[in-house]
Nanobody, 116 residues
């Protein structure tokens, strides 16, 4: 059974940094990818970054150069290092274990607030 649990969210000032962690069951690493998604208040959940089983990564345009996704099979974690945070990065962040046709399993989410 795939289980995912996010941690590391919090309140940070603009320009600050946070590192989110997704603790994943071993079975999560059998899926095609693990992604981090963000859901801003009043908006749909959207992909932020994705780490494929192959080792490759994918980022949406507005986080390139600011966010880095790390997949550690030994620790069973997929972390999202975020620097240069902006108010528009505010939202609930979720990790998801994905097959090629999309997310299949979700964590409960962790809240990130970027505000002065």
């Amino acid at each position: 059974q795939v289980q995912l649990m996010e941690s590391g969210g919090g309140l940070v000032q603009p320009g600050g940094s946070l590192r989110l962690s997704c603790a994943a069951s071993r079975s999560a690493f059998t899926t095609d990818a693990v992604g981090w998604y963000r859901q801003a208040p009043g908006k749909q959940r959207e992909l932020v970054a994705r780490a494929f089983k192959s080792g490759s990564t994918e980022y949406v345009e507005d986080v390139k150069g600011r966010f880095t996704i790390f997949r550690d099979k030994v620790k069973s974690t997929v972390d999202l290092q975020m620097i240069g945070l902006k108010p528009e990065d505010t939202g609930d962040y979720y990790c998801a274990a994905e097959w090629l046709n999309g997310p299949a399993f979700w964590g409960q989410g962790t809240q990130v607030t970027v505000s002065s």
